[in-house]
């Protein structure tokens, strides 16, 4: 095996993969180095609308049409039935209280169910990685990507004309060598190590703890408590949030008789239930929840639990002159909003977009990258540890993710025509019409000073230029479908004429 490449990718999961493919297709040798082997275990699971958006772009664009396939349930069905995956049509939240049932039918603000999709065929899916993560390492192999497994990369070195790392494999030296590197490793990964990198404070999420695994034999809410009048979608067919004081569970369904959960705990709930305890703190959870402690009555964990001592993560720069970092190896927040896909996906665009016009790109383009991710991971900080901040109160939290989903849905109509000036930023975070007053309040949020006086009111005036959906109509609504109608009328606010929402509802099956 050749030891010079024109790009050295560091991580073998779904980003470097997919990194790595994109490379080839432009013509770069491309290497792509993983520390374990796949099949494996990896945390991350749920797709959203503007992730799988994201992903069909890349595939488009760079001619990766069994990756286009993975964007929507429909397709995926279609094309890899072998591939496990769960079914999401939306996301769904109950908000419980410690030691009391979740009331049925609910009261008030205890469940909030919000559609991403109109129907299954375009549905968005739960990720299984262990099948999905091998897949894309197989295709990028097909593609003539070099492919090293069991390999410890232990050294770094950056030289005027490029990169070189240094590492194990099977008990023999590697060397490798190239003009630039690409860190798709996760946070706290190979060159927050190995450059010892600074970190930064993630406000409000600092001190947060996980505790997850696979099970099987999780029973669906429908049947241990029952379903939501005029819900939207089935329950159970979503990222389930069941949301309590100072944490909350998350339950993904796989197609394969498994299910992913696990809790996201704040410091104090971490230590109450002791969660370096695993399987105990796990029962000793659902021992204070009855309605999610009947979901998982039956429940057996697949393998074992894994623990998380510390969430939130951000490293304080993300590219360097002759390396860039992935959004997964820059920063962390929490699982909530499902919105670490998003996140990857966007930096593997600006760095494809980049390699299109030069590899390596130039140092000044590699800052402006750094910055643009950095920007990014700070926005979903904030949304996330606003929304942490408010798990004790179900209304605050409610209208606090209709910023989140007015901010994401916007983006994702910009995108379907083709507009993606209008959305910059996660969370359009560019947008001077919107960002600095959503900002300031999740701030606002994330101290505890919003003012319940007025709140509802502001939370919609924030939201008016890019409020597609109504959000904010009734602010006691429990379910949001997709209202097909609205949709196509809110179109015309991108300029799109007849034709181009004609065009546009076929391709999404809404005529």
Not at 6 to 33: K, N, P, S, W, Y
Not at 104 to 112: A, K, N, R, S, T
Not at 233 to 257: K, M, R
């Amino acid at each position: 095996m050749r030891s010079d490449f024109d790009l050295i990718i560091v991580g073998g999961g779904l980003g470097g993969a997919l990194l790595a493919m994109i490379a080839r297709r432009l013509g770069l040798h491309t290497v792509l180095v993983e520390r374990g082997s796949h099949p494996r275990f990896a945390i991350g699971e749920s797709s959203t609308p503007l992730a799988n958006l994201l992903l069909e772009e890349l595939a488009v664009r760079y001619d990766l049409p069994k990756v286009a396939s993975l964007a929507k349930w429909g397709t995926w069905q279609r094309d890899h039935p072998e591939l496990s995956v769960g079914l999401k049509r939306g996301f769904t939240f109950y908000h419980h209280e410690w030691g009391r049932p979740l009331d049925h039918p609910p009261e008030g603000d205890q469940v909030l169910m919000v559609a991403a999709s109109p129907n299954e065929a375009l549905a968005d899916t739960h990720w299984y990685r262990p099948a999905f993560d091998h897949y894309l390492v197989e295709e990028a192999a097909a593609l003539g990507v070099e492919y090293l497994d069991q390999t410890e990369l232990n050294e770094v070195e950056e030289m005027t004309d490029g990169i070189r790392v240094q590492g194990l494999r099977n008990g023999k030296n590697v060397s490798l060598s190239a003009p630039w590197l690409v860190d798709a490793t996760g946070p706290r990964g190979f060159l927050a190590r190995q450059l010892r990198l600074e970190s930064v404070r993630v406000p409000g999420l600092e001190g947060n703890q996980g505790l997850f695994a696979h099970f099987t034999g999780v029973r669906q809410m429908a049947e241990t408590w029952g379903t939501v009048p005029d819900a939207p979608y089935p329950a159970d067919a979503a990222a389930t949030h069941h949301c309590f004081p100072g944490g909350w569970i998350w339950v993904l369904p796989f197609n394969n008789g498994i299910t992913s959960a696990g809790i996201s705990a704040c410091p104090s709930l971490a230590q109450e239930l002791h969660l370096s305890e695993r399987a105990d703190a796990w029962n000793r959870l659902l021992s204070r929840l009855p309605t999610v402690r009947n979901q998982f009555g039956d429940a057996q964990v697949v393998h074992a639990f894994h623990e998380a001592p510390a969430l939130a993560y951000q490293c304080a720069t993300a590219s360097g002159n002759r390396w860039a970092m992935l959004p997964s190896a820059v920063g962390f927040a929490d699982p909530l909003l499902s919105s670490g896909f998003a996140l990857t996906l966007g930096g593997i665009q600006r760095l494809a977009l980049a390699m299109e016009k030069r590899s390596p790109p130039s140092v000044a383009k590699l800052g402006e990258y750094g910055q643009a991710v950095l920007r990014d991971q700070e926005a979903a900080n904030l949304m996330v540890a606003a929304l942490h901040r408010s798990l004790a109160q179900p209304s605050v939290f409610n209208k606090l993710l209709m910023v989140y989903f007015a901010g994401v849905s916007y983006a994702e109509t910009a995108r379907r025509f083709h507009r993606p000036e209008l959305c910059p930023g996660f969370l359009l975070n560019g947008r001077s019409d919107f960002w600095p007053r959503a900002s300031k309040l999740l701030r606002e949020g994330l101290d505890g000073k919003i003012e319940p006086a007025g709140f509802d009111l502001r939370v919609r005036e924030i939201i008016a230029d890019i409020n597609l959906c109504d959000w904010m109509r009734d602010p006691h609504r429990q379910c949001f479908g997709v209202d097909l109608d609205g949709m196509i009328q809110s179109w015309k606010r991108f300029g799109a004429s007849a034709t181009d929402i004609s065009e546009l509802s076929a391709r999404l099956g809404v005529l």
